[in-house]
Nanobody, 115 residues
Framework: QVQLVESGGGLVQTGGSLRLSCAAS????????LGWYRQGPGKQRELVAI???????NYGNSVKGRFTISRENTKNTVYLEMNSLKPEDTDVYYC?????????WGQGTQVTVAS
C-alpha cells in the first residue's frame, strides 16, 4: 500500500513558476512509475508528465518544454517543476504511483494561474 501526499500548489501569476512535490509512504518507492495528472471541473483527468522507475520521462503536449518531472528515490518524492505558467494550467494536480495493475493516487493540490 502506498499513500501519496501532494504539496506546493497555490496561486501564481501568468508566466510564473511553481514546484509541486508528492511524498510517498510505503516501501519499494523506486520500482513505481510516477505521474502527475490534472483535472478541472467538467473535464477529464489528463496526463501532465510521467517518469518511469528507470527515469524515462514523457509529457503531455500542452506542457512540453515548460514542465519538468523528476524523482528522488532516497526521499520517496516526485517533483513537478512548472515554468511559464498559463491560465489554462489552472487545475487540481494529482500524483499517481503505479506498478503493473496496482495504482495509487494522492488527494490533489490546486494550482491557480491568474491572468
Amino acid at each position: 500500500q502506498v499513500q501519496l501526499v501532494e504539496s506546493g500548489g497555490g496561486l501564481v501569476q501568468t508566466g510564473g513558476s511553481l514546484r509541486l512535490s508528492c511524498a510517498a509512504s510505503g516501501r519499494f518507492f523506486s520500482i513505481y512509475a510516477l505521474g502527475w495528472y490534472r483535472q478541472g471541473p467538467g473535464k477529464q483527468r489528463e496526463l501532465v508528465a510521467i517518469i518511469t522507475s528507470g527515469c524515462r520521462t514523457n509529457y503531455g503536449n500542452s506542457v512540453k518544454g515548460r514542465f519538468t518531472i523528476s524523482r528522488e528515490n532516497t526521499k520517496n518524492t516526485v517533483y513537478l517543476e512548472m515554468n511559464s505558467l498559463k491560465p489554462e494550467d489552472t487545475d487540481v494536480y494529482y500524483c499517481k504511483a503505479s506498478d503493473g495493475p496496482f495504482e495509487y493516487w494522492g488527494q490533489g493540490t490546486q494550482v491557480t494561474v491568474a491572468s
